[in-house]
């Protein structure tokens, strides 16, 4: 069983492009969550989502960010004109049912130069 | 409002001995999921432990156990028998019902162990 699956696993961007971050979760998950995490702190959600479906955005900046878990294909977390701050990890996690356990990919380091 | 803490930003534990990691947290809501993992410095998240609300017993995966205390709001993560892969940031988690299987984590506690 294929766990989730992040892509790439190190991205850089110049300040002003865009960054887009790929996850699958894992076969039969249909929950998906993005969490941001930088360096010596905890993690940060930012979104929720299922099939089609944003389920809670509220950890997601209003500007440059949005996610989608389309019907077919991964989950998308975009990163519009980046900025030195958006430089962190973004894991992505997925979990079978409300209130599984959430199984997490090995995240994205976005550094942004 | 849900929120976790973890009081603990260090903790040492000298091998093949046990630790206690704590975590708190507060909740309004019966129904909720406690969780627990672990981030080596390879920086993946590997989900150790779950423990439900209503689960009576306390929750066992290997050497990891938590004591979970409802009435005070407390499911703490033991390691017995440390080892030196124990090394690592570890994260409480919660999940609740009730507020849209949200996941909120706590400020994480490294561990390291002593050879």
């Known amino acids: 069983n294929a766990g989730v699956m992040q892509n790439p696993r190190h991205l850089v961007r110049r300040r002003g492009q865009e960054a887009r971050l790929r996850c699958s979760p894992m076969k039969g998950h249909s929950h998906v969550y993005w969490y941001r995490q930088l360096p010596e702190e905890g993690l940060k959600f930012m979104v929720y989502?299922?099939?089609?479906?944003?389920?809670?955005e509220s950890g997601m900046p209003k500007e440059r960010f949005s996610a989608e878990f389309p019907k077919e294909g991964p989950s998308i977390l975009r990163i519009q004109q980046v900025v030195r701050g958006d430089s962190a990890a973004y894991f992505c996690?997925?979990?079978?049912?409300?209130?599984?356990?959430?199984?997490f990919g090995n995240g994205t380091r976005l550094t942004v130069t | 409002a849900q929120k976790i803490t973890q009081t603990q930003p260090g903790m040492f534990v000298q091998e093949k001995e046990a630790v206690t990691l704590d975590c708190t947290y507060d909740?309004?809501?019966?129904?909720?999921?406690l969780f627990w993992y672990k981030q080596p410095s390879s920086g993946e998240m590997i989900f150790l432990i779950y423990q439900g609300s209503y689960d009576e017993q306390n929750a066992t995966e290997g050497r990891y156990s938590l004591n979970f205390q409802k009435a005070r709001k407390s499911a703490n993560l033991v390691i017995s028998a440390s080892q030196l892969g124990d090394s690592a940031m570890y994260f409480c988690?919660?999940?609740?019902?009730?507020?849209?299987?949200?996941?909120?984590f706590g400020t994480g506690t490294s561990l390291t162990v002593i050879p």
């Open positions: 988690a919660m999940s609740a019902l009730n507020t849209g299987n949200q996941f909120y």
């Open positions: 989502l299922q099939k089609e479906n944003i389920i809670d």
């Open positions: 996690a997925s979990s079978r049912d409300v209130g599984s356990p959430l199984h």
């Open positions: 909740t309004s809501d019966q129904s909720y999921g």
